[in-house]
T-cell receptor, first 113, second 111 residues
Framework: ETGVTQTPRHLVMGMTNKKSLKCEQHLGHNAMYWYKQSAKKPLELMFV???????ENNSVPSRFSPECPNSSHLFLHLHTLQPEDSALYLC????????????FGNGTRLTVT | EDKVVQSPLSLVVHEGDTVTLNCSYEVTNFRSLLWYKQEKKAPTFLFMLTSSGIEKKSGRLSSILDKKELFSILNITATQTGDSAIYLCAGGGNRDDKIIFGKGTRLHILP
């Protein structure tokens, strides 16, 4: 039990599907994060929510849409993905304002066919 | 541009050996250097370093930070097969989106 729970653990979707990844943290943290982990690349930060306010990241394609309804829950809505979006998607939470460390969930292994 | 560079990217040693993993960083408004171990899924936190020259230890693992040279090392002594993992280094700034990860070092311990 890591304190950060992600579902589903595995997801296979076609390029025309719409799906959502879910993350829940039980640590009382103020900040939540979505990271993408591809083979042989560093962890890529996709989105950050701090006190439920989103920190903009203009480099992420619009086919990824985050949602943070409260400080304990974070979603990543997926639509019309590409095969190159196949990766491990990790959710993390932290105390916020740079007061690390982050605590990670087990991730969702996403395959886009 | 902020960056974290780890070396080596891959390392294979025999059980009982000592290894040193390297991490250099350039992070705006640097606040902390973090080490994580990733075995199968979730990276698990090992150390957070904020001050130069103060070694942090946890069993056979230890780490130290050099803020002048912008460098950190992670040492593992008397390695065991259970130490096989990817070791991630990250530099943290003073903003929530300023946590920059390196590519990681893939460590494999041979029995």
């Amino acid at each position: 039990e890591t304190g950060v729970t992600q579902t589903p653990r595995h997801l296979v979707m076609g390029m025309t599907n719409k799906k959502s990844l879910k993350c829940e943290q039980h640590l009382g943290h103020n900040a939540m994060y979505w990271y993408k982990q591809s083979a042989k690349k560093p962890l890529e930060l996709m989105f950050v929510y701090s006190l439920e306010e989103r920190v903009e990241n203009n480099s992420v394609p619009s086919r990824f849409s985050p949602e943070c309804p409260n400080s304990s829950h974070l979603f990543l809505h997926l639509h019309t993905l590409q095969p190159e979006d196949s990766a491990l998607y990790l959710c993390a939470s932290g105390p916020g304002q740079g007061r690390s460390p982050l605590h990670f969930g087990n991730g969702t292994r996403l395959t886009v066919t | 541009e902020d960056k974290v560079v780890q070396s080596p990217l891959s390392l294979v040693v025999h059980e009982g050996d000592t290894v040193t993993l390297n991490c250099s960083y350039e992070v705006t408004n640097f606040r902390s250097l973090l080490w994580y171990k990733q075995e199968k899924k979730a990276p698990t936190f090992l150390f957070m370093l904020t001050s130069s020259g103060i070694e942090k230890k946890s069993g056979r693992l230890s780490s130290i930070l050099d803020k002048k040279e912008l460098f950190s090392i992670l040492n593992i002594t008397a390695t065991q097969t259970g130490d096989s993992a990817i070791y991630l280094c990250a530099g943290g700034g003073n903003r929530d989106d300023k946590i920059i990860f390196g590519k990681g070092t893939r460590l494999h311990i041979l029995p």
